[in-house]
């Protein structure tokens, strides 16, 4: 019903303005929106979503601009056939960018960027193949079944056709897996990785990603202007394209439109208003446009979109959420119970003269519950670390089903079946607590960007989320699986996390304090889930489960053995009982008896 | 190409990379202290050096102006975020009123006695100084708690607001301003103008002056702490914003600085700091914005790389320092093992 509404919507929008009625000079307005909401909608995946910044935008689209002036007027080729190719070259382009810089925090992308669309705009201004500063006229205009769309009033069409493709291109790749990835950039890096889904390449889709848009409106731009010179290209605009999105709101598709709209309108006054008022030269819509800048990170960080949808949306209470019926994803085959399943021998970890970890050993068993417990600071949570490769061992080895995972990064260890929850949760805040735990089945899916892009993963997505749900449902938290993940409270979200660690379909569970901040009851319906997620009878059990809890009572009822650490060493090890009555225990967490 | 040859551009490379060394210090004390990187530092070099243009001219610098706009706009935002309170009205004002007030009445009391170009320096460096803790309150300190992205973003529309501004107050034209001095010293083949002389001094006596100040004062500790861990120095009594705005001060005072330097060297326009001072950004993107002895030791390579390519092929001089940035950027990226931040 809505999606025919916004069709007939867009269908009005491209007739109304082929009316003679409509001034060509709002034509001309509506045609720059057009081509700069789509590179804004390109920084809302990568700045809004993915956390990333590139003041390069514009220069992404001088790559596509350039690429087809050049081929169209030097070759003779047809305008669509250059099409792709200005989108590969801006591709191309943020390849190699993407690849030096992405792999640094993230204002290294922002610097490099800024270095770069410097060094482009004189390097265009300086060659005889772009025509130096003089720039490249006489473009043939973009022509359909022999009707030349040289007026920019046709021209609009192909435009705004190109903004509604962008749009449900952008909504389709960001609700679909490698889409979740993405937006599990901005809860912490580590979420994604733990899930197998390796940021640096979540990010460097985004980036991909944003450049092909920024390459798209290049091409718009060429044929609708006709002509290209470097100054559209350069960081000034660059930086306007960023505003449109900071403006609009970061995160959001609308955002991108309204901002769009905005600082075009906003920069078209300002340009002919303002020198009549100050009655002076100069750039003035610079100066506004960066003081704005300032003002809305200051005053609304997510920018404007969002304020306007909570006046629009009251949101109804849904439909209870139920488990979809959709075919179940194939499960690995989980070790006998009893085998030797982890096998950690001499781990040690140094920051600097501290040792944080010295030469810890211990194992744990297919279908154990082992506890890791000790004092704080006691080296848990670093072991933890090491374990699932978010942090590197200085020596030592972990052998894993008979392979060795020493040195291997976290995708790769949550490839062999290791899932984990986080001391300090880990979720995306604003997207809802099923589809964060969907992002721990990363692994079970294949779809990727063509795919999502396309709608091609639904069937796929089917599966995912059917399985996010049973897992949601085994946690007791299917209730609120549309909640947004940030809503719920800090003890329920360990929950979901645990979820989503077994949405991996993980042979090995690493649980970070999974107690912490329960209430006695949700710790007693807590510590019966393991017993179930242990238990190879019941279905989908037979996880092995090693776990770091400062709770005494939930550890010692719950766990097979318990291995203790104190100053980073190996204290004792053992059942329960045995390392209750042991003298160094008691004497570590009690203090020697005076 | 000769010795002589080569003997010139290795001069005039290790002078301008003088310059960009004193900018990339004072980035890489911005960014350390308050995490700002702080792209309109260019801004303030040209700012200053058509400031001192502008005295050595016998004119009234549009800068005084300026520095009264963002003076009133940092006391504004001031007593705007502290409506609430009731005291420190008064000291809030001086803080923010009284440099600019100080810089206008001494250069509208001495500027017209024609004193020669120290006092025109020194004007210089009161008048543009006191522009970059006015930026620190109106633009970064209420995003004191925001991301180093979200910072750059601000610093970035800074730049933009600034260039806009310096258009209007500067207008279009570049000027040159004369030398501090005007002998030449023949060393063999060489002839070192006292320009580049005073550069590179001026330039050793901030290092060692800067140097001192870390090491030695407690003023400098305080910062050092800051950079090191905000939270544990608030919590040790040194407040963040103060912090924040004293680097802010050592910025603007080493830009105005630069500013008065490179004025007699180079023909200078509103718009020309942003490249020098991205020049400055380059070499400390090397030391990862936090080295100190890496960040000079990359200023003086881009200095020579530009003064190289210019002679080889001087209209991608731009294009061959900025694209310098990449390989950089990739034996950083190669030699992190993994991602560097957790924001």
Redesign the interface.
Known sequence: MSRLLWLIGGLAWLLVAQFPAVPAFWIGLANIVGISAIVALGLVVLTGVGGMTSFGQASFMGFGAYTTAILTTGYGLSPWLTLPLSIAASLAAALVIGAVTLRLSGHYLALGTIAWSVSLFYLAGILDVTGRYDGIPAIPPVSLFGLSLADPRRFFVVIWVCVGLAVLATQNLLDSRVGRAIRALRGGALAGASCGAPPIRARMLAFLYAAALAGLAGWLYAHLQRAVNPTPFGLPASIQYLLMAVLGGAGQIGGALLGAALVTLVNDRLQTLLPYLIGAQGNFETIVFGGLMVLVLQTAPDGIWPQLARLARRSPAGPTPTIPDAPALSHRDLPSPGTRLLDVSGLTRRFGGLVAVNDLAFTVNAGEIVGLIGPNGAGKSTSFNLLTGVDRADAGRIVFRGQDLTGSDAPAIARHGIARSFQHVKLVADMSVIENVALGAHLRGKAGALAALLRLDRAEEARLFAEAARQLDRVGLLADAHRPAGSLALGRQRIVEIARALCLDPVLLLLDEPAAGLRHAEKQQLAALLRRLRDPQSAGGGVSILLVEHDMDFVMGLTDRLVVMDFGEKLAEGTPGAVRANPKVIEAYLGGVA | MDGTILLILVQDGVVNGAIYALLALSLVLVFTVTRV?L?PQGELVAFSALTYAALDGDTLPASLWLLLVLGGLAAARGLWDGRRDTGGKVRLLLETLGPPAVAVALTLWLAPLRLGVGVSAALSLLIVTPMAPALHR??FA??AG?????L???A??????????G??FF??EGVRASGFSDARIHAGPLMIPGQAIWILSVTLVLMAALAGFFGATLMGKALRATAVNAVGARLVGIPAAGAGRLAFTLAGFIGALSGVLIAPLTTVYYDTGF?IG?KG??AA?VGG?VAYPAAVAAAIAVGLVESFASFWAS??K??I???A??PV??I??LA????????
């Open positions: 990187v792209i109106i633009a209420p995003l925001a991301s180093v992205l979200t750059l973003i601000a970035v529309g800074v730049h933009f607001a600034m260039l806009g501004l258009l209007v207008g279009p490249l991205l950004f380059v993107i914005l209209s991608f731009e294009v320092v900025f694209t940035i990449l950027l990739l950083r990226s992190s093992h993994a991602h560097e931040d957790e924001e």
